[in-house]
Each structure stands twice: as C-alpha cells, then as structure tokens.
C-alpha cells in the first residue's frame, strides 16, 4: 500500500487531503467529523478578536461554475472558540486556527490566545473591509504581520494569500521572510453576480469571493509559480473536487491540498480523494514526494 504520509509546514499528515477554512468549519464537530472522515487535518473558520455578525443575506449565490459569498468572516471572537478546537482535536487529526486582525497586534494577540496545532493567517479574504486582502495585498504587510505572529506563537505558522494581486510570488517571498512554515494559495477571488429581472446585486454585500471548479486553473498556476520561488511548502486550495484536481495540485508543486467547496456533495471526499491518489502513484510507480512538483520539473 503506497503511503500519502508527510511532513508539511511543521505537522505530520497521515494524508496531504486538508478541510479548508470557513467550510464546515465553525464547530468542533464538524471538525472532528471531517478527521474521522478521512481528513489529513482540519482548518477552522477564521476567528477574530471580537465577535462580528458579518454581512447581511443573501451571503452565497451559486452560479454555474462555483459559489459565490460575502459571509464577512462572522465569528464569536476568539475567546469563545478555544472549546471549539478542543473538541476538533477528537477527530485525531491536527488542527489548524484561521485567525484575523486588522494589524500585527490583532493578528498576534487573536494567535497567541488559542492552541492549536499551526496557524493559518487569513490575509486574503476579498470581501471584509479593513481585514484580510485590504491588508494582505501588500507585501510590507504580510511580512509584518507573518513576523508578529511567528514571535508570539510556539506553532507553525502558515500565510494564506490573496490572488487579487498582479504578483503572489511576491506575497509568498514577504511571508517566508517573515518566518512562514508554509503558504496557502489561493482564498477566493473577488466576485459579483446580479439579478437581471430586478437589476439588483444578489449579495447583501454586492460583492463577495469566487470559489468552485472556475478557480483551479488560477490556484494551479498560482501553486506552480509560488512552488517554484519558494523554500516552503505550499498548500494548495481552489477547486478541488476529485483526485484529478488533487494531482494537478501536487504535480504544480502544493505539498498538501484544502478542499472546500466540495464538502457540499459529502464528507466522502476525502476518502475518495485520498483512493484516487493512491491507485494513481500505484499506476505512475512513484511516492508523492517524486510526484510533487514533476509539471515544473518538465516544463
């Protein structure tokens, strides 16, 4: 039996299939689900240093290629989701804390008052106004606030980065600067859709972030590139909905994978994912690690 065990961004991962951040990930039991559910670890909604409503509905219209949402990263703050991630830890995997700030200090304070496995830094969500991709699309930025966070925590710290820039590779190299464990590529991309019968926007926001089957192109070329300029990992995430999705990923470079918009047809997808990619190295006679990368290594 082939082995999809490793090393990414400073945890041991019995298999590089991660739950991505905001889908199914506001409670401990979701969580814990989607470990016993074949998960290789679990990443929680983003949690701040007070409590937000986030925006007003509709907050997800799904189109023809993927959903399209402005939830406005609502969360109990992050005094209140310690007991979350305690009770994620039950699935048996490691779990990741998605936090947010407006500056160093929030992010810093938000991280260094949980415990959790590693960090993901939300500094790409596209449709919260003084947070995520308003900050995160300048490299000074994620460089400071990747640096905050790594001081003031004793965990891996990973960067999640926003594709609304002309240059990731550029956030990338700021975070791993700033002491990175790994990046994340990609959050979603900034969207809209409008009603034609009454001519008004469908969001309560008016705008909010792409996500589904449209954007993996864009993730796998972001993978590819940032893969290729880096010395950490990256973890890929943009529309991943089957193994072929997977294998894209890992062939461009991602040293693990986050599925998200797919959770809507079941928590199986990891399992199957997770087959897929085994019966492939079975095929290709090769590890993960030989497969990682290969598309650059043949370009």
């Known amino acids: 039996m082939i082995s999809l065990a490793g090393d990414v961004g400073g945890l041991r991962l019995r298999n590089p299939l991660m739950l991505a951040a905001g889908i199914l990930g506001t409670t401990g039991a ?44 609502p969360n109990p703050s992050y005094l209140a989701f310690q007991q979350e991630i305690d009770l994620a830890r039950e699935g048996g995997v490691p779990v990741v804390a998605s936090v947010f700030g407006s500056d160093p200090s929030e992010f810093s304070q938000v991280a260094s ?26 490299p000074a930025n994620v460089e400071e606030v990747t640096r905050a966070v790594k001081r003031a925590v004793g965990a891996p710290v990973w960067v999640k980065l926003t594709p609304n820039v002309s240059d990731i590779v ?19 991309l900034k969207a809209m859709a409008i009603d034609v019968e009454s001519g008004y926007p469908i969001l309560g926001n008016r705008f909010g972030g792409l996500s589904g089957p449209a954007i993996k192109p864009v993730a796998i070329r972001c993978v ?3 893969s290729a300029a880096l010395d950490i990992p990256v973890i890929g995430v943009g529309g991943v909905g089957c193994w072929q999705d997977a294998a894209e990923m890992i062939l461009a470079g991602a040293s693990a994978v986050q599925i998200g918009t797919a959770l809507s047809g079941g928590y199986q997808v990891f399992r199957d994912i997770a087959a897929g990619l085994s019966k ?14 290969l598309a650059r290594r043949r370009s």
Not at 36 to 65: C, F, N, Q, W
Not at 114 to 132: I, K, Q
Not at 280 to 293: A, C, F, I, Q
């Open 30 to 73: 979701s969580l814990a689900r989607a470990g016993r559910e074949g998960a290789g670890a679990v990443v929680t909604k983003s949690v701040g240093l007070t409590p937000r409503d986030g925006h007003p509905g509709p907050t997800v219209v799904r189109i023809g290629v993927g959903l399209i949402n402005a939830m406005g990263l």
């Open 113 to 138: 008052g949980l415990v959790a496995d590693a960090f993901e830094l939300n500094l790409s969500c596209p449709h919260a106004e003084r947070y995520g991709a308003e900050i995160g699309c300048q």
């Open 170 to 188: 550029g956030l990338g190299l700021a975070a791993q600067q700033g002491g990175a464990d790994a990046v994340v590529a990609i959050n979603t």
């Open 224 to 226: 590819y590139e940032l």
């Open 280 to 293: 492939y190295l079975v095929r290709k006679d090769m590890t993960l690690e030989e497969m990682r990368g």
